[in-house]
């Protein structure tokens, strides 16, 4: 059932004027449904809803939470083809595509169900003692949560975010994006269904709409909101960060923002496989029409004959793929736009770049810049969100040492070499881990696995706090604080620390 209204709690309501639709990138058309910007009534009901929820929802037992969850995933799994046609209608993103991350989130809402099932989750220490102090995790309090444009299921309505955070006992509001408006709809319908069906406080959940910016500041600003999740540009993240730190009890803001995910490629390595690992990146970059935070958008190698022919072969791999469809328009002419800053720096040259024929779409661009140069324009360091890469060549090992000491903080950096060289490798391997929160080792970056060895997260301004990650388990860990009991009465004990 589509109505385009807001879900606050187990109500959905539009009293707003204000309205937008969300378009159809493939035909370059609106969809069909008129939705409502939240007013600042609503914002405040469903925030006023999250904070009386709070007490109820956090104290009830982990197994009953789990309920919830897993009802979860099993209210969007059976929306099945409708869900997943109106994902490809807002979205553009190919079938299999959708299949595959409707598959994610459900796994990922699973997986949250399993953990919190039990309360090992919490660390409790001195449960079991007679007296003296007893620690354990407990929830922050109400979430909100901005959808990202570029996983309109796995990292929005019913995400990673939202589903870390009811998990540990925080109520959530999302601030549905814009660009999936009506796939956040029937995703927020199905957790409505699944929060009365296993008996959950009105309040634990509600999806407000917006196309502007203003939702979302006003549901930072709000006094019952504890935290943030949010993934999508430098720009709304730095925005929303200063925003709440602005407020007079400030409060975290999780931010995953832009990343470059730098690809360190070794002489050995080229001379050895040179071919293969232009193919192999040829299919990384433009993967998803490159949408992807843990796209390589850099490429960094010591300038050589055997170099010249990586990019010769990267360029010829890529002039092979077909331009594809981005998300909206304006994810589009961002790329166009970010595109043309690049092509206006005198020392950059563009090895491989096409114009896209048709509306919305894109087709893969390739630069190529002398290390110093790099090092001496940050302009260059900025993420182009789309099927972009730059090769970066170095003048010798030791500017290259210095192009990654140079570099922002990322998500992702790569290393390709061969086996024999790894000892040689120690240097690199650690100024990269200054910089990002993953390293990977002769493979490509993007990828994401939904599990506990996964750190989705970096140094600044990858993210706005290094020490958490986006991705499995651990990310739960953004949705809670410590707490003690010093020489408390059983009976006033949770279950968990008595
Ligand atoms: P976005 O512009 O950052 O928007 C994400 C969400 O934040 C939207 O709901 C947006 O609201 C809201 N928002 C943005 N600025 C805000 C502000 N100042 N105050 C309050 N709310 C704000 O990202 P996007 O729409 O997903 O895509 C735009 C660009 O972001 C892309 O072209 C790409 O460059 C980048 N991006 C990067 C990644 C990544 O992982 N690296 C992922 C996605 C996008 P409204 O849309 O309603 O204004």
């Given amino acids: 059932m589509i109505t385009g209204k807001n879900q606050i709690g187990f109500t959905q309501t539009a009293t707003g004027n204000v309205t937008y639709k969300t378009i159809n990138p493939l035909l370059n058309k609106e969809n069909p449904t008129v939705f409502y910007e939240a007013t600042q009534q609503e914002i405040n009901t469903a925030c006023a809803l999250a904070h009386k929820a709070f007490h109820s929802y956090s104290q009830i037992k982990g197994s009953k939470r789990a309920s919830f969850l897993s009802a979860i995933a099993d209210e969007v799994e059976a929306l099945g083809a409708s869900l997943t046609d109106m994902y490809m209608q807002e979205s ?39 007296s003296g102090l007893k620690k354990a995790l407990i929830a922050i ?66 999806n407000l709409n917006s196309a502007g910016i203003e939702v979302g500041e006003e549901l930072v600003k709000n006094t019952a909101i504890k935290a943030v999740g949010f993934t999508g540009s430098h720009t709304g993240g730095r925005a929303l960060y200063n925003l709440a730190a602005q407020r007079d009890t400030p409060i975290p803001v999780f931010a995953e923002m832009g990343s470059i995910n730098p690809v360190i490629i070794t002489q050995e390595a080229l001379s050895n496989r040179g071919s293969q690992i232009a193919e192999t990146y040829a299919g990384s970059i433009t993967q ?30 890529l002039s092979k793929v077909e331009e594809g469809c981005m998300l909206h328009p304006r994810i589009q002419s961002g790329f166009t736009s970010g595109e043309k800053e690049m092509a206006k720096v005198p020392e950059v040259t563009f090895v491989m770049s096409t114009d ?3 509306e919305n779409h894109a087709a893969p661009t390739l630069a190529v810049v002398k290390g110093v140069d790099f090092i001496n324009n940050s302009q ?9 890469s730059m090769v970066v060549l170095a003048k010798d090992e030791a500017e290259l040492l210095k192009i990654i000491e140079n570099l922002e903080g990322q998500l992702t950096a790569t290393l390709i070499a061969q086996d024999e060289e790894v000892a040689t490798l120690q240097g690199i391997t650690l100024a990269l881990q200054d910089k990002v929160g993953r390293i990977i080792y002769n493979g490509v970056p993007t990828g994401v696995a939904v599990e506990d ?32 009991f010093q020489d408390f009465p059983s009976t006033l004990l949770p279950d968990y620390l008595k």
């Avoid at 553009?92 to 399993?114: H, I, V």
């Fill in 288 to 317: 998803g029409v490159g949408q992807f935070c843990t796209n390589p958008g850099l490429i960094i190698t010591v300038a050589s004959d055997e170099a010249q022919a990586f990019v010769n072969d990267l360029a010829n791999n």
């Fill in 92 to 130: 553009g993103l190919p079938e299999g595509r959708a299949q595959g991350e409707l598959g994610r989130t459900l796994g990922q809402l699973r997986m949250f169900a399993e953990l919190v099932s039990q309360d090992k989750w919490r660390n409790s220490t001195g449960a079991g003692n007679a």
């Fill in 141 to 206: 309090g109400p979430v909100v949560v901005f959808g990202a444009s570029n996983f309109p299921l796995a990292f929005s309505t019913a995400g990673g975010d939202t589903a870390s955070a009811l998990a540990v006992g925080c109520p959530v509001i999302v601030k549905s994006h814009p660009m999936h408006s009506g796939t956040g709809e029937m995703v927020a319908t199905a957790i409505i269904k699944a929060a009365q069906k296993t008996g959950m406080p009105e309040g634990v959940f509600s």
């Fill in 356 to 358: 896209s024929s048709k």
């Fill in 380 to 388: 260059l360091h900025k993420e182009v969100f789309g099927p972009f």
């Fill in 453 to 484: 060895g996964m750190t989705h997260g970096g140094p600044y301004p990858a993210s706005t706090d290094s020490r958490f990650t986006a991705v499995g388990n651990h990310s739960i860990l953004r949705w809670v604080r410590p707490f003690s």
